[in-house]
Each structure stands twice: as structure tokens, then as C-alpha cells.
């Protein structure tokens, strides 16, 4: 089940640390960066929900909630039709296509359209990048130089936005980079509260809560799984 090109790496950056209200008055954007990182990599769990939208118009939708080491749930789900959930517990996925996704990835519709409602088993270590499944770990790290924006809100939180702009790789088009913007609570814990990205080949928008709530990941009842081996 290899999805190719699934995930479009959104770099992430950081926020204030321990700063109280009116820390990002305070900082300079880099040093609010610089935060940030140590406070969200400091996190034992967070939930993390994006969406994409590709320069074609295709886009999906994915919901992460994990412990950033080797326990997580997470759910993609395509605008064109399917989803794809998956809960990892350290060596091992549980993996959920649903029958819409089976139909698109294998060009053809099943007969009589049953819903496929059972867990698959197989060993963490088999994941490769593209293939759909999330490592439960994130990239809470600084890069570029930024600079502050706006004062404003997310979820109803404070915060102040930083951008930073991505020039693209050695040998890209010019032009190819895109731009970062980082909302950083400026009020309480100085999370990571949203990341935006726009570039010329797809943006996106990412955020971030349930910071340090407890976890409840769990395998599947065993009458829903099968094994990869059995499935194949």
C-alpha cells in the first residue's frame, strides 16, 4: 500500500519558553524560534492536524496524536475519496484502509462495495518513506532567519506570527521556495500553536494542541486484525 509522494515534509519550528504574557514583545523572532523548539520538543505528547493542497487542486487532511517517540494514532483522509488510519505502538502498525481507498490505489471497484472495516498488522520496521505511515516523531527545529508579523489569535490564544521563507533546494526552479509562517503563543506556555506554508507546488496548514494530555493509544480488539502475512 505505498502512497507516493503523501506527505509533503512541513519543516516546524518552536515558540518562547516559559515566557508569560507579552514574552513575544520581548524576544527577538529568532530567539522566539529558538524557544520554541526547547519547548515543544520538551512535550511527552501533543496532537497534530494538518491539511494540504497540492498546485493541482488534489489535496488530504491527516490528524496525529502521539507521544513524538514511538506511539501514535494518526488518520489521512483525501478530498477525491478514501482514508488511511494507523496506530503504531512501538515495533508494530495497525493499519486501516478504508474501502474507498482500496478502490482508488487499486483502479478498480470492489463488487457490491463492502466496507473493509479490519485492522492489518505488520512490523513497524517495514514503513518506508511514502507510504502513508507517520513515524510519530516531528521536526521541532529552527531554520532560516525570521521575522515577526502580527500580533493575533489562534483557538483563542495569543500569539505573534514569524515568517521564515525557504529558498528551496540546490538545483530547484527559481522561484520554487515558499514561505513559513509560525504562530507562537505569546501568553502561558510559549507553544507552537499553527504552522502556515505557501510555495509554488502546494501549501498547507498545520496545527498543534492537547499538549501533554494523556495518550490512550491502544491496539485494535484482536477479532479486527489480521496479520500482513495473512492479508497478502
Known amino acids: 500500500m505505498v502512497l507516493a509522494g503523501l506527505l509533503l515534509g512541513t519543516a516546524v519550528t518552536g515558540c518562547a519558553g516559559g515566557g508569560?504574557?507579552?514574552?513575544?514583545?520581548?524576544?527577538s523572532a529568532d530567539a522566539l524560534l529558538d524557544e520554541a523548539h526547547k519547548t515543544m520538543n520538551a512535550l511527552k505528547t501533543v496532537t497534530i492536524a494538518s491539511s494540504t493542497t497540492g498546485s493541482a487542486g488534489s489535496s488530504y487532511s491527516s490528524r496525529q496524536t502521539t507521544d513524538l517517540k514511538g506511539r501514535c494514532t494518526n488518520k489521512i483522509t483525501w478530498t477525491e475519496g478514501g482514508s488511511l488510519e494507523q496506530?503504531?505502538?512501538?515495533?508494530?502498525?495497525?493499519?486501516?484502509?478504508d474501502r474507498a481507498y482500496l478502490d482508488r490505489w487499486s483502479g478498480r471497484e470492489a463488487a457490491g462495495g463492502k466496507a473493509q472495516d479490519r485492522w492489518i498488522r505488520t512490523p513497524s520496521s517495514?514503513?518506508?518513506?511514502?507510504?502513508?505511515?507517520?513515524?510519530?516523531?516531528?521536526?521541532?527545529t529552527a531554520f532560516g532567519k525570521a521575522e515577526k508579523g502580527d500580533r493575533t489569535e489562534i483557538g483563542g490564544r495569543p500569539a505573534v506570527a514569524l515568517r521564515v521563507s525557504d529558498a528551496g533546494d540546490a538545483g530547484d526552479a527559481e522561484g520554487a521556495g515558499g514561505t513559513y509562517t509560525f504562530y507562537v503563543a505569546t501568553e502561558g506556555e510559549p507553544y507552537l500553536l499553527e504552522v502556515a506554508y505557501r510555495g509554488s507546488d502546494y501549501r498547507s496548514t498545520t496545527s498543534f494542541s492537547a499538549f501533554d494530555e494523556p495518550l490512550g493509544v491502544r491496539a485494535p480488539a484482536a477479532d479486527d486484525v489480521l496479520d500482513a502475512a495473512d492479508a497478502g
Not at 508569560?20 to 524576544?27: H, I, N, P, R
Not at 496506530?87 to 484502509?97: A, F, G
Not at 517495514?126 to 507517520?134: F, I, Q, R, W
Open 20 to 27: 508569560g504574557s507579552g514574552g513575544g514583545a520581548e524576544l
Open 87 to 97: 496506530i503504531r505502538i512501538d515495533d508494530t502498525d495497525y493499519v486501516r484502509p
Open 126 to 140: 517495514n514503513a518506508k518513506p511514502g507510504d502513508g505511515l507517520v513515524d510519530c516523531t516531528w521536526p521541532f
